[in-house]
């Protein structure tokens, strides 16, 4: 996003923290934490709930009250993306559960209702206070597009807005909309187009063993549109060196056997991919030092203006999670006082590292991260599976609350809405999150399974995470052939990227783009890029158009499969579907 671009202001007459945007906030931020579990465990991965959450804002706002604004919307959008996103971390519970069914992990560790909402509301919380200050940095400082944030923002205004203007954007956003939610359920439900294959495989047989092909989604079309072509291509580089060079080299040295599958693959360009995210990440705050130390120093006592929350206010709350969540890990695992400090210490870098990712990409890495967490862990307490497993989570459960945060801090700076009171929602929500899916998972677990052949929601991530643990409870010598070493050429790489980058240099691929795309599924990736490619086409040939047109279309397509990817599994947890 440009740093030219007009931010406007809430006017001095509007509230926004109302009793009323409280209260449809804290009933969307209940439907959001109970239905968005099923899809984390279906898929391994969660859409962004932010402009789904803006839409049920509308609703339960309109329905009711003719006269709310978009900054009202905005805190019930905000408690639904913090309820979702504390949501997310189902993928530890049902890593958990994976391990506790493997008879070689000796792992015999079952959480309770009550202990999933204790540990996820100490560290969701700590994950919020943590994401403040980087709002300043990553949003208003650098202003990173952030995607999905920026597809929520759009849409807040355009639900409020009532000129032509507005409404030729509205129509552009229904549009995109109803596509993509058509789309979806073409693709994904057998009963409705069962000839419509969700996934197109290309290539021989060995590339597409890992997933080379094209992912019908237009969600992933209209984030390409949003992120730029620039990424899209290094995101497309990423994919393809990972998904169609890796193997045949990997097969040629030996390093996988020829029965291998993508997850072997994974498990091997997990590393130069994680070390290329890293130290990118970290070199990129290093050249900007200048920038990232303004940042804080603005936020510091008498700096930080009525709508910021002071920096004081954040040190003290997160002195207090701290504290709390080291004796939650105490109190449920027995984990070692120093361990559960170290683990918050090194969600911070994660957490920088992760906000760049996401705000560059629209692809939270938090949980590819957490596997190099896993290795940090298996190497301070090598053996102890256990410790790996509540260690690298806690680490996970801090950072991967302030990725969606960021979003709405996204769409808030667009409308011009309070930080101070958008991080209250947070705080609020966060705990309702917790409990939704405290109290959802035992039912999803015991009605689609979790483990065994037929198991109904066995997510790609959470299998990825149990069995890198229990790899890595045989010690360093049961890590991938040369995993080690391509580590460090991925980080030197990254580190190099970043210098180029930062001179401005724009043929350069992104250290970031290239890095995700090396994670993320080929079929996906490819989509995106021709989101980018169609981006670039039409600013060239209709630059009026384009800027008029371009976010609100690309919005719909992100908010229709959204909204059918929250809602479906809504219908089945009440019973309407099977």
């Not at 940042?295 to 040190?315: I, Q, R």
């Not at 256990?386 to 950072?399: E, Y």
């Amino acid at each position: 996003m440009s740093d030219t671009e007009i931010i406007p202001q809430k006017p001095a007459h509007i509230r926004e923290l109302t009793v009323r945007s409280v209260i449809c906030g804290l009933a969307v931020a209940a439907v959001m934490g109970a239905s968005y579990p099923y899809i984390v465990l279906k898929l391994g991965f969660g859409p962004n709930v932010s402009v789904v959450s803006a839409f049920f804002g509308y609703l339960a706002l309109g329905v009711f009250f003719k006269d709310y604004n978009r900054w009202e919307n905005n805190i019930v959008q905000t408690a639904g993306t913090a309820a979702a996103q504390t949501a997310f971390m189902c993928i530890l519970l049902a890593a958990f559960d994976m391990l506790a069914a493997s008879p070689g992990a000796n792992f015999h560790v079952t959480l309770t209702p009550i202990q999933a909402f204790w540990w996820l509301s100490t560290g969701g919380l700590l994950g919020v206070l943590l994401a403040i200050p980087m709002r300043q940095h990553f949003v208003v400082d650098e202003r990173l597009p952030y995607p999905d944030g920026t597809a929520a923002g759009t849409t807040l205004m355009v639900l409020d807005a009532g000129d032509e203007g507005a409404k030729r954007a509205a129509r552009a956003l229904a549009i995109g909309a109803i596509a993509s939610a058509l789309l979806m359920l073409m693709t994904e439900d057998a009963r409705v187009l069962a000839w419509f294959p969700s996934v197109m495989t290309l290539g021989p047989a060995i590339v597409q063993s890992t997933g080379v092909g094209v992912n019908w989604s237009l969600l992933s079309f209209g984030s390409g549109i949003i992120i730029g072509f620039r990424v899209d291509a290094s995101m497309l580089l990423g994919a393809t060196l990972s998904w169609v060079v890796a193997p045949y080299a990997l097969l040629h040295y030996g390093i996988l056997k020829p029965s291998f599958t993508r997850t072997d693959v994974l498990f091997w360009v997990m590393w130069p991919a994680t070390g290329m995210l890293v130290f990118a990440g970290l070199a990129g705050l290093v050249i900007r030092w200048n920038v990232l130390k303004k940042t804080f120093s603005n936020l510091t006592g008498a700096s930080a203006d009525s709508g910021t929350v002071p920096m004081k206010w954040v040190g003290i709350g997160v002195l207090i999670t701290s504290i709390a969540v080291i004796f939650v890990l105490k109190a449920i695992f027995g984990v070692a006082i120093w361990i559960s400090a170290l683990s918050i210490l090194l969600s911070v870098p994660l957490m920088l590292v992760g906000l760049r990712v996401l705000g560059e990409t629209n692809w939270g890495p938090i949980s590819a991260l957490s596997n190099l967490m896993q290795a940090v862990f298996g190497v301070l307490v090598p053996g102890n599976i256990g410790v790996n497993m509540v260690a690298s989570g806690n680490t996970g459960i801090i950072a991967s609350d302030s990725e969606a945060l960021m979003q709405d801090y996204r769409a808030g700076f667009m409308i011009g809405s309070t930080p101070k009171n958008m991080a209250i929602m947070q705080l609020v929500a966060t705990p309702v999150g917790a409990a939704a899916v405290a109290w959802m998972y035992p039912l999803l677990r015991s009605t689609y399974g979790i483990t065994g052949e037929h198991a109904g929601l066995s997510s790609p991530t959470s299998r990825r995470w149990a069995g890198f643990a229990e790899i890595l409870s045989h010690g360093a010598s049961a890590l991938p052939k040369y995993a080690l070493t391509a580590l460090v050429v991925g980080a030197v790489l990254g580190i190099v990227l970043a210098i180029i980058e930062a001179h401005g240099t724009k043929w350069v691929p992104s250290p970031t783009g290239v890095g995700i795309g090396m994670l993320v599924p080929f079929a996906v990736i490819v989509v995106m890029f021709l989101g980018g490619v169609v981006d670039r086409v039409w600013q060239r040939r209709n630059a009026d158009t384009h800027e008029r047109y371009s976010v609100p279309l690309a919005s719909g397509l992100i908010a229709g499969e959204a909204i059918v990817a929250v809602v479906i599994p809504l219908l089945v947890a009440i019973g309407l579907v099977h």
